[in-house]
């Protein structure tokens, strides 16, 4: 009896040391956060330095569109902070603004997935909203960022200068980064892999071989991101309408495929 | 995207192929002066990038490579995922919490199955039971009364707070032979965790002091830790190892043929300071633990099971998917040698070939995208 109970009793012994371990731990999240912060922050500063360069290049209608994908990007990322945080106080979604206008929102995101806060009153989960919020993140400012400085790179090297090429290599790391953590904690997540076995688990669950996954993911979705807009710019710098084109071309097949796959039925 | 609710892997896949094509072609209208540059940097692109999904099909588990090639659409994902739900929750999750247009097909069959089992969630009270999130005409009619009939919000409230009745006693087990084993095993893990807490409380940074209290805890309850230290004699030198507050950078291997009375201080302190990584890498204490569980093998005959709450546990194992490891821990486990048996060679044996020649098929496939590609890369070019 005693032996056949033991695995129960072990996993209980064992399943507590660890959950105070988490809890207690300081180290849990540090590298995540230091990285999503770290990222983040260089990301920003270099989004600004190149606003001020083209200002003072003269290039005064690019720097103003690339401050528009900044504004456009904090503005939809609000909207979701409210949507989110609908059933809170004012006090509590100014909080929560502040943090989105202080560029502290990609860390507070990943602070709090990693930590696994569940908050019932919040209209979906952190994972979610931190997916959301990066979502708005590439669509209003990574991605259009990274063609928009191609294309100004490639049409002004001599004015945009050297520090814009890093910079647009800093922006497709960033959001490679970006859409491999979405992936990534899709894959990991533990509600996703227990309701959908079948789709959920590509990413190993050796150690190595995980953080060797995030890293290559990472790598191919900058990669990715980088091809596609020296691809638009190239479109831009040559002829505009083909741009316009081809991007609607493509919009044109996704939404046909989905069609065809009857998801707006 | 590559989820069928998205637009399917094979979507995915080859918009990602198209992503590499796209720069050529629009290299083909440029006539600026670094057309030739350009072209260098794509070219280096593009190998670079072929290179790092090779290496990223070789590191994932390939028992998930279809769903990067999948054609499945949303209501047929659905319905498989209904279909071949191993618990009810998984069959809720997928019959409600997706569109309702998507199970259309399957509509019958779900409210037949909602019809049978309703009256025994309701007993039960699972967590993941709302019966807000149940479409009216599936309820039966009774309870689609009880809700409030043609009123009734689908919102995210229970049925028991909805009717106003108090929590309902779930149904007397008459067999007292179960009742009194299950009341030992409860009565049995709670002592672990009394033993737990009072080891956790006496942790410090240092596994000196942390095996120094672990012996003496030990000691104190010899009876009840006979089981584990008879099974895993240097199990307080790993758990002062793993009680230590550290920053973990990397797992280290131990050979998973050692038998736990072989392992030595090195192998020791390895699953100990492992803890740490494991922590800092998974986001539940129970996902850790079973990723550290998984690491190393041997393990798996202490935190074996009675059979009932091991079928139970395997639904929330996060990392079921990892089989040769699982199939590692189960030999482990029914062996008291760490010796493999013939059969379960073969079997070893046979899967790696399964899986090389999966491999060899997919990367044929890849090989053969890649071709037709390039065709057509060259068509275009032409």
Known sequence: MRLASLGAGFESFML?????????????????????????????????????????????????ILLAMISANMA???????????????????????????????????????????????????????????????????????????WVFLENSELAGKFAALSILISALTTGYSSAMISFDMDVDLPHRKMQPKFYGYVPDDHSARGRTFMLMTAISAIHNLSLSVGCSLFALSDMDLLLTFVGGEIAVFLAVKMLRGDFM | MRHPYGTGGMSFSISLVWAQIFPFVALQFYDGAHSETLKLILYISFVIWAVLNLAFVCTIDL??????FCTETAAQYTILLFKNATDDMMRFDAAFSTRKSFTKAIHGEIKEWVRLNIDRWRLEEQDWFKVALIYDEFLPIEVYEAEGGARRRRSSMSLREVIGLAAAPAEENNNTQLVTSNTQINQNKEEWKRVAEELYATRSSNHKSNFIHINR????????????????????VILSFCL??????????????????????????????????????????????DAWRLEYAQLGTLFREVEGERAKRASLDEDS???????????????????LTHPFRFARSFRSLVSLARFARSFRSLVSLARSFRSLALLVLH
């Open chain 1, 76 to 150: 939809v990322q609000i909207l979701i902070v409210l949507a989110v945080y609908a059933k809170k106080s004012w006090q509590r979604k100014l909080y929560e603004v502040m943090i989105t206008l202080t560029f502290l929102r990609p860390p507070v995101d990943a602070y709090r997935v990693s930590t696994n806060q569940i908050d019932d009153e919040n209209a979906v989960g952190v994972l979610e909203e931190m997916m959301f919020n990066k979502g708005a993140e590439l669509a209003c400012e990574s991605i259009p960022g990274c063609i928009l400085q191609c």
């Open chain 1, 16 to 64: 507590l040391l660890f959950n105070n371990l988490l809890r207690d731990s300081i180290y849990g999240m540090v590298m995540r956060v230091s990285i999503g912060a770290f990222l983040s922050l260089v990301d920003a500063g270099t989004d600004i330095s190149v606003l001020i360069s083209y200002y003072s290049a003269g290039l005064t209608t690019q720097a103003n």
């Open chain 2, 63 to 68: 028992n998930y490579i279809h769903t990067f």
């Open chain 2, 244 to 289: 230590e507050d550290r920053f973990g950078l990397s797992v280290k291997k131990v050979d998973w043929t050692k038998r736990f009375e072989d392992w030595d201080e090195e192998d020791l302190k390895r699953v100990g300071c492992s803890v740490a990584t494991f922590l800092r890498k998974r986001k539940t204490g129970d996902a850790a633990m």
């Open chain 2, 321 to 339: 998917s990892d089989e040769s490891r699982e199939m590692a821990t189960d030999i482990m486990a029914t062996s008291t040698t760490t010796k």
């Open chain 2, 217 to 236: 805890i030990f000691d104190e309850n010899p009876v009840m830790l006979a089981g584990l230290t008879s099974r895993c004699p240097k199990f307080n």
